[in-house]
Protein backbone atom coordinates (compact mmCIF):
# COMPACT_ATOMS: atom_id res chain seq x y z
CA UNK A 1 0.00 0.00 0.00
CA UNK A 2 0.86 3.73 -0.86
CA UNK A 3 2.51 5.83 1.93
CA UNK A 4 2.06 8.92 -0.35
CA UNK A 5 0.28 11.77 0.39
CA UNK A 6 -2.17 12.90 -1.84
CA UNK A 7 -1.77 16.79 -2.28
CA UNK A 8 -3.88 19.45 -4.08
CA UNK A 9 -2.12 22.78 -4.40
CA UNK A 10 -4.40 25.68 -5.68
CA UNK A 11 -3.09 29.20 -6.93
CA UNK A 12 -0.50 27.01 -8.81
CA UNK A 13 0.07 28.25 -11.44
CA UNK A 14 1.12 31.94 -9.30
CA UNK A 15 4.19 32.57 -7.57
CA UNK A 16 4.38 30.37 -4.49
CA UNK A 17 1.90 27.84 -5.77
CA UNK A 18 3.74 26.80 -8.26
CA UNK A 19 7.50 27.10 -5.80
CA UNK A 20 5.82 24.23 -3.57
CA UNK A 21 4.30 22.21 -6.16
CA UNK A 22 7.99 21.66 -7.57
CA UNK A 23 9.51 20.99 -4.62
CA UNK A 24 6.63 18.35 -3.56
CA UNK A 25 6.49 17.28 -7.28
CA UNK A 26 10.22 16.32 -7.04
CA UNK A 27 9.21 13.96 -4.39
CA UNK A 28 7.21 11.43 -5.90
CA UNK A 29 8.10 8.73 -2.87
CA UNK A 30 6.34 11.02 -0.49
CA UNK A 31 4.07 12.95 -2.65
CA UNK A 32 0.96 12.67 -5.12
CA UNK A 33 0.65 16.04 -6.28
CA UNK A 34 -2.27 17.82 -8.02
CA UNK A 35 -2.51 21.41 -8.65
CA UNK A 36 -5.61 24.09 -9.48
CA UNK A 37 -6.23 27.23 -10.81
CA UNK A 38 -8.30 29.08 -12.95
CA UNK A 39 -6.21 28.77 -16.01
CA UNK A 40 -3.06 26.99 -16.83
CA UNK A 41 -1.61 30.41 -17.88
CA UNK A 42 1.34 31.30 -15.78
CA UNK A 43 0.80 34.37 -13.32
CA UNK A 44 3.40 37.54 -14.50
CA UNK A 45 4.64 36.89 -10.42
CA UNK A 46 6.40 33.65 -11.69
CA UNK A 47 9.96 32.98 -10.84
CA UNK A 48 12.20 32.80 -13.73
CA UNK A 49 13.80 29.46 -12.20
CA UNK A 50 9.70 28.26 -12.52
CA UNK A 51 9.43 28.45 -15.90
CA UNK A 52 9.76 25.17 -16.63
CA UNK A 53 6.91 24.08 -15.00
CA UNK A 54 4.20 21.58 -16.73
CA UNK A 55 1.57 19.70 -15.09
CA UNK A 56 1.12 16.11 -16.14
CA UNK A 57 -1.83 15.07 -17.84
CA UNK A 58 -5.03 14.58 -15.17
CA UNK A 59 -3.05 16.37 -12.32
CA UNK A 60 -4.73 20.12 -13.38
CA UNK A 61 -8.01 21.37 -12.27
CA UNK A 62 -9.02 24.25 -14.41
CA UNK A 63 -11.44 25.53 -11.56
CA UNK A 64 -13.33 29.41 -10.38
CA UNK A 65 -12.66 28.74 -6.81
CA UNK A 66 -16.47 30.44 -6.68
CA UNK A 67 -17.62 27.69 -8.20
CA UNK A 68 -18.28 25.36 -5.38
CA UNK A 69 -18.94 21.81 -7.13
CA UNK A 70 -15.94 22.25 -9.39
CA UNK A 71 -13.93 22.79 -6.14
CA UNK A 72 -15.94 20.02 -4.72
CA UNK A 73 -14.93 17.72 -7.34
CA UNK A 74 -10.71 18.79 -7.18
CA UNK A 75 -10.49 17.95 -3.46
CA UNK A 76 -12.36 14.89 -4.08
CA UNK A 77 -9.58 12.01 -2.39
CA UNK A 78 -7.23 14.20 -0.95
CA UNK A 79 -5.42 14.04 1.66
CA UNK A 80 -4.23 17.63 2.29
CA UNK A 81 -5.40 20.79 -0.06
CA UNK A 82 -2.66 23.60 0.10
CA UNK A 83 -4.63 26.86 -0.50
CA UNK A 84 -2.80 29.57 -2.36
CA UNK A 85 -5.01 30.60 -4.78
CA UNK A 86 -6.28 34.18 -4.47
CA UNK A 87 -6.62 37.67 -5.67
CA UNK A 88 -3.14 38.92 -4.26
CA UNK A 89 -3.52 42.23 -3.24
CA UNK A 90 -5.82 45.50 -2.83
CA UNK A 91 -5.02 46.41 -6.17
CA UNK A 92 -7.67 44.45 -6.96
CA UNK A 93 -11.35 44.75 -7.39
CA UNK A 94 -13.50 44.34 -4.11
CA UNK A 95 -15.79 41.82 -6.64
CA UNK A 96 -12.65 39.73 -7.06
CA UNK A 97 -11.79 39.59 -3.49
CA UNK A 98 -15.19 38.79 -2.38
CA UNK A 99 -15.01 35.79 -5.06
CA UNK A 100 -12.02 34.88 -4.77
CA UNK A 101 -10.78 35.47 -1.25
CA UNK A 102 -13.77 35.21 0.37
CA UNK A 103 -16.49 32.80 -1.53
CA UNK A 104 -13.53 31.14 -2.99
CA UNK A 105 -12.10 30.17 0.49
CA UNK A 106 -15.32 29.34 1.84
CA UNK A 107 -15.36 26.82 -1.10
CA UNK A 108 -12.39 25.30 -0.14
CA UNK A 109 -13.27 24.59 3.84
CA UNK A 110 -16.50 23.66 3.12
CA UNK A 111 -15.78 21.01 0.20
CA UNK A 112 -12.84 19.68 1.85
CA UNK A 113 -15.01 18.58 5.25
CA UNK A 114 -17.34 17.88 3.04
CA UNK A 115 -15.05 14.96 1.06
CA UNK A 116 -13.18 13.87 3.75
CA UNK A 117 -9.95 15.58 3.71
CA UNK A 118 -7.38 15.38 6.27
CA UNK A 119 -6.06 18.52 6.55
CA UNK A 120 -5.61 22.17 4.76
CA UNK A 121 -2.96 24.43 4.84
CA UNK A 122 -4.11 27.88 4.29
CA UNK A 123 -2.27 31.26 3.06
CA UNK A 124 -2.99 33.96 5.29
CA UNK A 125 -0.58 36.61 4.87
CA UNK A 126 1.70 39.48 6.89
CA UNK A 127 -1.02 41.91 5.68
CA UNK A 128 -3.13 40.56 8.34
CA UNK A 129 -0.15 42.55 11.58
CA UNK A 130 0.24 45.45 8.60
CA UNK A 131 -0.92 47.95 11.66
CA UNK A 132 1.51 46.82 13.94
CA UNK A 133 4.32 47.76 11.41
CA UNK A 134 2.85 51.51 12.16
CA UNK A 135 3.18 50.94 16.05
CA UNK A 136 6.18 51.22 18.06
CA UNK A 137 8.63 49.69 18.82
CA UNK A 138 8.05 48.12 15.80
CA UNK A 139 7.91 51.05 12.95
CA UNK A 140 11.22 51.93 14.45
CA UNK A 141 12.24 48.42 12.95
CA UNK A 142 10.31 49.40 9.80
CA UNK A 143 12.09 52.77 9.34
CA UNK A 144 15.69 51.68 10.26
CA UNK A 145 15.75 54.11 14.00
CA UNK A 146 17.91 51.49 15.66
CA UNK A 147 18.52 53.99 18.70
CA UNK A 148 14.87 53.59 18.87
CA UNK A 149 14.41 49.94 19.15
CA UNK A 150 14.59 48.46 22.95
CA UNK A 151 17.03 45.71 23.46
CA UNK A 152 14.26 43.74 24.20
CA UNK A 153 10.51 44.11 23.25
CA UNK A 154 8.00 41.77 22.53
CA UNK A 155 7.74 39.51 19.23
CA UNK A 156 4.00 39.79 17.74
CA UNK A 157 2.71 36.46 18.08
CA UNK A 158 -0.74 34.83 16.54
CA UNK A 159 -2.13 35.08 19.79
CA UNK A 160 -2.11 38.88 19.66
CA UNK A 161 -5.20 40.25 17.98
CA UNK A 162 -4.80 40.83 14.20
CA UNK A 163 -4.35 44.57 12.60
CA UNK A 164 -5.47 44.76 9.35
CA UNK A 165 -5.47 47.99 7.01
CA UNK A 166 -7.06 47.01 3.70
CA UNK A 167 -9.81 44.85 2.85
CA UNK A 168 -7.62 41.87 1.24
CA UNK A 169 -5.96 41.94 5.05
CA UNK A 170 -9.17 41.50 6.23
CA UNK A 171 -10.14 38.88 3.83
CA UNK A 172 -7.05 36.91 5.28
CA UNK A 173 -8.43 37.39 8.79
CA UNK A 174 -11.31 35.70 7.20
CA UNK A 175 -9.27 32.89 6.33
CA UNK A 176 -8.15 32.58 9.68
CA UNK A 177 -11.67 32.22 11.01
CA UNK A 178 -12.90 29.92 8.63
CA UNK A 179 -9.65 27.87 9.73
CA UNK A 180 -10.98 27.97 13.47
CA UNK A 181 -14.36 26.91 12.46
CA UNK A 182 -13.70 24.02 10.46
CA UNK A 183 -11.03 23.06 13.06
CA UNK A 184 -13.97 23.02 15.51
CA UNK A 185 -15.94 20.67 13.02
CA UNK A 186 -12.56 18.07 12.72
CA UNK A 187 -10.44 18.98 9.78
CA UNK A 188 -7.18 19.60 10.35
CA UNK A 189 -6.36 23.52 9.61
CA UNK A 190 -3.23 25.44 9.55
CA UNK A 191 -2.88 29.15 8.24
CA UNK A 192 0.38 30.77 7.58
CA UNK A 193 0.64 34.22 7.50
CA UNK A 194 3.29 34.75 4.27
CA UNK A 195 5.76 37.41 4.42
CA UNK A 196 6.62 39.14 1.85
CA UNK A 197 8.40 36.69 -0.65
CA UNK A 198 11.02 37.95 -4.08
CA UNK A 199 11.21 36.27 -7.12
CA UNK A 200 13.77 37.15 -9.32
CA UNK A 201 15.15 40.19 -7.64
CA UNK A 202 17.31 41.16 -4.50
CA UNK A 203 15.22 42.35 -1.72
CA UNK A 204 13.73 45.55 -1.69
CA UNK A 205 15.06 48.03 1.47
CA UNK A 206 11.78 48.38 2.95
CA UNK A 207 11.42 44.45 3.30
CA UNK A 208 14.04 43.35 5.91
CA UNK A 209 11.30 42.60 8.21
CA UNK A 210 8.95 40.78 6.82
CA UNK A 211 11.41 39.12 4.13
CA UNK A 212 10.48 35.30 3.45
CA UNK A 213 12.73 33.39 0.75
CA UNK A 214 11.76 31.35 -1.46
CA UNK A 215 12.94 28.49 0.08
CA UNK A 216 12.13 29.11 3.66
CA UNK A 217 8.29 29.64 2.60
CA UNK A 218 8.08 26.28 0.58
CA UNK A 219 9.30 24.85 3.90
CA UNK A 220 7.14 26.13 5.84
CA UNK A 221 4.61 24.61 3.80
CA UNK A 222 5.78 21.01 3.57
CA UNK A 223 6.06 21.08 7.53
CA UNK A 224 2.38 22.03 7.95
CA UNK A 225 1.57 19.15 5.67
CA UNK A 226 3.39 16.95 7.44
CA UNK A 227 2.58 18.44 10.77
CA UNK A 228 1.58 15.95 13.63
CA UNK A 229 -2.25 14.67 13.80
CA UNK A 230 -2.76 16.44 16.95
CA UNK A 231 -2.30 19.74 15.24
CA UNK A 232 -5.71 20.55 15.02
CA UNK A 233 -5.76 24.41 13.99
CA UNK A 234 -2.65 26.52 14.42
CA UNK A 235 -1.04 29.86 12.63
CA UNK A 236 2.24 29.99 12.04
CA UNK A 237 4.38 33.16 10.45
CA UNK A 238 6.03 32.31 7.08
CA UNK A 239 8.96 34.39 7.98
CA UNK A 240 12.88 33.94 7.74
CA UNK A 241 15.35 34.38 10.39
CA UNK A 242 15.60 38.20 9.79
CA UNK A 243 17.74 39.86 12.57
CA UNK A 244 15.12 42.39 12.97
CA UNK A 245 11.57 40.52 12.51
CA UNK A 246 9.52 41.36 15.41
CA UNK A 247 7.00 38.62 14.56
CA UNK A 248 7.58 35.34 16.23
CA UNK A 249 8.75 31.95 14.45
CA UNK A 250 9.87 30.22 17.26
CA UNK A 251 6.07 28.57 17.97
CA UNK A 252 6.45 27.46 14.18
CA UNK A 253 10.04 25.46 15.22
CA UNK A 254 8.67 24.12 17.55
CA UNK A 255 4.86 22.82 16.86
CA UNK A 256 6.07 21.67 13.33
CA UNK A 257 9.79 21.65 13.04
CA UNK A 258 10.57 24.63 10.65
CA UNK A 259 13.70 26.02 10.88
CA UNK A 260 13.97 29.06 7.84
CA UNK A 261 17.88 28.73 6.28
CA UNK A 262 17.91 32.52 5.00
CA UNK A 263 17.59 36.04 6.53
CA UNK A 264 16.66 39.28 4.88
CA UNK A 265 20.20 40.44 5.74
CA UNK A 266 21.99 37.99 3.39
CA UNK A 267 20.09 39.46 0.33
CA UNK A 268 21.54 42.53 -1.04
CA UNK A 269 19.21 45.10 -1.29
CA UNK A 270 18.99 48.17 -4.84
Not at 101 to 118: K, M, Q
Not at 201 to 230: F, K, L, T, W
Request: glycine share 6%; proline share 5%.
Amino acid sequence: MSNRINVLVTGATGHIGSSTYLVLADQPDRYDVYALDRTQKFSQRLPKRNKHLSFPEGRFHVCDLSDFDAVRRAVDGMDVVVHLGADPGDDGSWESLRDNNVVGTYNIFEACHAAGVSRVVAASSIMVSQGHREQEPYKAIVDKRWDDVPASFELISPNVPAEPRGIYGATKVWTESLARVYASKGLSCICIRIGQVERDRPRPPNGHDIYVSQRDIVQIMECSINAPESVRFDIFYGMSNNDHRWVDIDHARETIGYEPQDRAEDRHSY
